[in-house]
């Protein structure tokens, strides 16, 4: 539901405003009901920062749950740590009048693993508790104290806490010593109050009557439309370790320090490098020769321990398992490439999330880590997770985007390769034969690139028996019968994909009269059109830019010809392109395809043009010719 809901006011002033629990939901205005789930009646946190390691969080919630829909509001879900304990649990139940139903105790807690189902090792743990009603709406009110041994980064907060909550009353306050520096930044037009107390400085951010906004179609998330906060410290101590997130020159050189003397490799594994690479006549075919040993040797296994788990597993204890964490992995390739005289660099990075962003350093910004290799005329990026991926390509969740470069000099920016749409490719050729009575053979051929060749890399790792029915299942043309298919990455240092499929078909033809129609587009159609969104409020993007290119050869039953074909179409638009072209050449109908799509992130606003791009596109891939019999 939210791990770190938010921050606020003074201890006592929480306690004074959760004493008034007037939680009627008749009181709820309708505006707050509206579209809405659950609604977050009040939300007060208060983050008191100690000093350099050491900060308490008091916490208090009151969330209405309206209907079932909503049931995932209706916990405590609290992450915690060894760096880190939390204490004073209170929790309540209400029912739609407000009245208190419960109190709960502490044995209804439960204290647990935050064992992930990608992680087998992890400091985490989770105060739990599931608040149950037979009826709805009820309200769920708890809180808690949080202390902090430890301060790499500031609990963030937002009003909105997903699609479908609205809020009431959110406030976040974060109190420190006016000696001690942070930092911090907001969404547009959030007020920053702030207070001096004595030797103390109070920052309160908060939020009223927030109505709830309902997810859309490609929606990029919540952050335009929300308020929210997000705060670090500069200068910090972590389990044993101090650092400066200043800027991200300094914040490199925290990391680069973590890994100092855990690149060290066992002679055993030191001579099989100088084995491996001995006939290796370039650094690019070294590196070639050492990526491949990683993917054939290692496996990727989450590891969430030591430093917050920002430390890496050694090198040389990854030699002797044979598994790690993005971390440990890409600290075993660099170590791999530095006996073999190459020299990388560890990169921080975002994996599936927004840039790190220029002028604030902070945690938080990313998720990932990959490697860097600098060679003189060419940079290799690796992926060092992945058994599959080829050399160099780093997959779409990673492209295009600002990352942290680890030197031994400190951070530095850099920025990962961008995949285009032509780079993101689809190319199929199909050939349908048809027979009279509407029924055809169908041989299909395509190669898939890139993001496209990631999106569809799982056809190659399925049972034969999964992957016959996904096929079936997925086919836009109806089968009948499938015959044989096929799918192979034929150079595993390239990323394309390579796709085979024959069968016969269900009737693609339909009389009329003494007429055949035929719906020319059998394979990469649009069956529907995105569904209006009227006021929409969230920014939209397709997943990343492609290009699709399709040509379908339909070699005609006997006896018949083309009565009809229709003509060619091209539609343009900022969002993309699309052109189909229709032709005869002798008995045959020859149909092509092209779509191009950008990714760019647009505005609310564009949302409209954006549907009415893709109905053009839907009405385009209806187009039928029309078949009659020769004399």
């Given amino acids: 539901m939210k791990y770190y809901f938010s921050l606020l006011f003074a201890v006592a002033s929480i306690n004074t405003t959760f004493a008034q629990t007037d939680y009627d939901v008749a009181k709820i205005s309708e505006s707050l009901k509206h579209d809405a789930v659950a609604v977050v009646r009040n939300e007060e946190s208060f983050f008191d920062v100690k000093g350099l390691g050491a900060a308490r969080m008091d916490y208090k919630v009151a969330i209405t749950i309206l209907n079932k829909a909503g049931e995932p509001y209706g916990e405590m879900a609290e992450v915690y740590d060894k ?117 103390k400085l109070q920052y ?92 054939q040797n290692t496996r990727y296994v989450s590891v969430q321990l030591g430093i917050g788990g920002f430390r890496p597993i050694l090198a040389e204890k990854v030699a002797q398992v044979n598994y790690g964490d993005c971390k440990a992995l890409s600290n075993y390739m660099k170590a791999l490439l530095n006996e073999a005289g190459i020299a990388s660099n560890l990169i921080v990075i975002g994996n599936d999330m927004p840039s790190l962003n220029l002028n604030y350093s902070s945690m938080g910004q990313a998720n990932h880590m990959i490697l860097c290799v600098p060679l003189e005329k060419d940079t290799t990026f690796l992926e060092c997770t992945s058994q ?66 990631e999106e569809n890399f799982s056809m190659t790792l399925m049972e034969p028996v999964d992957l016959r029915k996904k096929i079936i299942e997925n086919s836009s043309i109806p089968v009948a019968e499938l015959i044989s298919y096929k799918y192979m990455q034929p150079d595993k240092t390239v990323p394309v994909l390579t796709e085979e499929i024959n069968f016969k078909t269900n009737p693609l033809l339909t009389k009329g009269g003494d007429k055949l129609f035929l719906l020319v587009n059998q394979i990469n159609r649009r069956e529907s059109v995105p569904l209006k969104v009227e006021g929409r409020k969230t920014y939209f993007a397709v997943p990343f830019s492609y290009h699709d290119d399709d040509e379908i050869n339909y070699i005609l039953p006997k006896g018949y010809q083309v009565e009809f074909i229709p003509k060619d179409i091209t539609i343009n638009s900022e969002f993309g392109s699309y052109n189909a072209k229709f032709s005869i050449k002798d008995n045959m109908i020859v149909y092509s395809r092209t779509q191009t799509m950008n990714n760019k992130k647009y505005p609310p606003e564009k949302y409209g043009e954006y549907v009415d791009f893709y109905k053009k596109i839907y009405q385009a891939d209806k187009q039928k010719a029309i078949l009659t019999k020769t004399l």
């Avoid at 009003?159 to 969404?187: C, H, P, R, W």
């Avoid at 490609?218 to 670090?232: E, I, P, Q």
């Avoid at 690019?284 to 993917?295: A, C, F, P, R």
């Fill in 204 to 295: 309160r951010w908060k939020s009223t009557n927030v109505a709830a906004v309902t997810e859309e179609p490609l929606s990029t998330g919540l952050d335009n439309v929300s308020s929210w906060v997000k705060a670090s410290p500069n200068e910090f101590e972590f389990d044993g370790s101090t650092g400066n997130f200043d800027n991200w020159k300094n914040f490199g050189s925290w990391i680069f320090n973590l890994n100092q003397g855990g690149n060290k490799l066992p002679e055993a594994t030191r001579l099989m490098v100088q084995n491996l690479i001995k006939d290796a006549k370039t650094p690019k075919e070294k590196i070639k020769i050492l990526y491949n040993h990683l993917q």
């Fill in 388 to 453: 599959f991926k080829p050399m160099g390509f780093i997959g779409y969740g990673n492209s295009d985007r600002n990352v942290l470069m680890v030197t031994e000099d400190g951070g530095k920016i850099v920025h990962t390769p961008a995949y285009h749409a032509k780079e993101n490719y689809q190319n199929r050729k199909t050939k349908i034969t048809l027979a009279e009575d509407g029924t055809a053979t169908s041989e299909i051929k395509a190669t898939y690139g890139n993001a496209q060749f």
């Fill in 83 to 199: 760096f880190s304990n939390i204490y004073n649990i209170k929790a309540a139940l209400y029912d739609a009048a407000g009245k208190k139903v419960k109190d709960y105790r502490s044995s209804d807690i439960k204290d647990q693993s935050l064992i992930s189902n990608f992680s087998i090792f992890e400091d985490n743990r989770l105060k739990l508790l599931k608040f149950v009603s037979i009826t709805y709406p009820y309200t769920i009110e708890y809180s808690f104290s949080q202390d902090y041994n430890g301060l790499l980064s500031f609990p963030s907060w937002r009003d909105l806490k997903g699609f479908g909550i609205s809020v009431e009353k959110s406030a976040y306050t974060i109190q420190k010593a006016k000696n001690y520096k942070m930092k911090y930044i907001t969404s547009s037009n959030l007020p920053t109050d702030s207070v001096i107390n004595g030797e």
